[in-house]
């Protein structure tokens, strides 16, 4: 038997309802979501939470917001008013059965108006994708026809000049062979008459020529004796080695890992040693929770951030049972950015804020709206609505809390930028 889920909170306003649903230690993405205009039913197992609304609501454009362990809900009214509650009272077993069944029956009806909807849209969706493909494929046929035409009008002047190339080129050679001919004849009666004449010049003796030509080879040949250079000298060269350093090789030595190492540790220990002074170097005002706070809370005033947290750090060392140290710190944090330690010092203060009474309603409401704020800056809306619930729970007169739960509201709907 499923679980009813009892410990919801919700809120109002003249045009819409905010409710938010826990649902602890399961997972709410697997929540089965059903709502129309007068009935509202989560069902995640093993919980159950179902609502017959005071009034008709606008379901179409109602929202849900699924989050970590919770689920809001954002339901907007049809008629502007203010609901005397959320559920109608005095609704006997048939009656809330007959709301089930008409509920579901009008979901049937919605669901499948959006089928139609849905099966129309797409049939006209396609139709217009077939007339645009077919006007695609006859823009790219026409487009080849247009390629191919103009190649076979390329192709056939390339033709047509390459033929007339051809044809002035053999003219060319023609011209060239008649020339060469001509050339040739007259070429071969020079040469005869040259022939005629050098017979009657050369009839003196050949022995002085023949002499002259060896006396020249030999004055060569000495000469080509005496150009050739001397063999080198013998000599030896010296190598030297660069000794090694490593006992193993340079690839796999890990000297400069170690040594970074070290020197990491040195820093860190050094870094510690002077953040943390010991306690017998103090002064006795130091040794005070009490004048630490104030010098911190002094240092927060003058917007020196880091200063004041280091005074909220020795004042917990020397007495980690006080909860506004935990709280300035974690407002400290949040100045830096340091958004998960300002959700831990402020979870601190709250577990040390105990029993809940009206002497530390206010150091409650900060330590709530400082997680809230860190949460919501780390993008986590969802836990930021919870803090801030809880802070409204404690003060509802607050207005700067009701008007931050408000925006949270509207940015986990989508209806507000984020800031």
């Known amino acids: 038997m499923p679980l009813q889920v009892s410990d919801y909170s919700w809120q109002q306003t003249n045009a819409a309802v905010f409710i938010s649903v826990p649902l602890r230690g399961v997972c709410v993405r697997d929540a089965d979501v059903?709502?129309?205009?007068?009935?509202?039913?989560?069902?995640?197992?093993?919980?159950?939470?179902?609502?017959f609304l005071y009034a008709p609501i606008d379901d179409e454009n109602s929202k849900a917001k699924i989050g970590n362990d919770t689920i809001v809900f954002t339901l907007y009214k049809k008629e502007a008013a203010m609901w005397e509650t959320l559920s109608v009272s005095g609704v006997?077993?048939?009656?809330?059965q007959r709301i089930r069944e008409k509920s579901i029956l009008q979901a049937?009806?919605?669901?499948?108006?959006?089928?139609?909807?849905?099966?129309?849209?797409?049939?006209?969706?396609?139709?217009?994708?077939?007339?645009?493909?077919m006007k695609i494929e006859e823009d790219e046929r026409k487009k080849i026809e247009d390629i191919k035409e103009s190649e076979r009008i390329k192709a056939t002047k390339?033709?047509?000049?390459?033929?007339?190339?051809?044809?002035r080129a053999e003219e060319q050679k023609g011209i060239q062979r008649k020339e060469k001919l001509h050339q040739e004849k007259l070429t071969a009666e020079e040469k005869k008459k040259l022939k005629?004449?050098?017979?009657?010049?050369?009839?003196?003796?050949?022995?002085?020529?023949?002499?002259?030509?060896?006396?020249?080879?030999?004055?060569?040949?000495?000469?080509?004796?005496?150009?050739?250079?001397?063999?080198?000298s013998a000599s030896s060269i010296k190598i030297n080695f660069t000794p090694r350093v490593f006992p193993t090789a340079l690839r796999e030595s890990q000297v400069a890992e170690e040594e970074e190492w070290l020197h990491k540790q040195a820093e860190a220990q050094r870094a510690m040693n002077?953040?943390?002074?010991?306690?017998?170097?103090?002064?006795?005002?130091?040794?005070?929770?009490?004048w630490l706070k104030d010098k911190g809370n002094k240092?927060?005033?003058?917007?020196?951030?880091?200063?004041?947290?280091?005074?909220?750090?020795?004042?917990?060392?020397?007495?980690?049972?006080?909860?506004?140290?935990?709280?300035?710190?974690?407002?400290?944090?949040?100045?830096?950015?340091?958004?998960?330690?300002?959700?831990?010092?402020s979870s601190k203060a709250l577990e040390l804020l105990t029993p809940p009474v009206a002497e530390n309603a206010n150091a409650r409401v900060k330590a709530h709206v400082r997680r809230g704020t860190a949460f919501c800056q780390l993008e986590l809306y969802i836990e930021g609505l919870q803090d801030y619930e809880a802070a409204l729970k404690i003060d509802p007169s607050n207005k700067i809390v009701q008007n931050d739960t408000e925006k949270i509201r509207n940015i986990i709907q989508g209806t507000e930028l984020k800031s």
């Open 158 to 167: 390339e033709l047509e000049a390459w033929k007339e190339h051809q044809r």
């Open 274 to 290: 002077t953040d943390i002074p010991e306690l017998s170097d103090l002064k006795e005002e130091e040794k005070n929770p009490e």
């Open 299 to 345: 240092l927060f005033a003058t917007e020196n951030y880091l200063a004041a947290l280091n005074a909220y750090n020795l004042a917990i060392r020397l007495n980690n049972k006080i909860p506004l140290l935990y709280l300035n710190r974690a407002a400290c944090h949040l100045k830096l950015k340091n958004l998960h330690k300002a959700i831990e010092d």
């Open 92 to 96: 006997d077993k048939e009656t809330m």
């Open 34 to 51: 059903f709502c129309t205009e007068s009935y509202l039913k989560v069902n995640c197992p093993p919980f159950l939470f179902e609502v």
């Open 108 to 133: 049937q009806e919605r669901a499948k108006e959006a089928m139609e909807a849905k099966a129309a849209a797409r049939r006209e969706d396609q139709k217009y994708t077939l007339n645009v493909m």
């Open 196 to 232: 005629s004449k050098s017979h009657t010049r050369n009839s003196a003796p050949r022995s002085l020529a023949t002499k002259g030509r060896n006396s020249e080879n030999m004055f060569f040949e000495k000469l080509k004796e005496n150009s050739i250079p001397a063999p080198r």
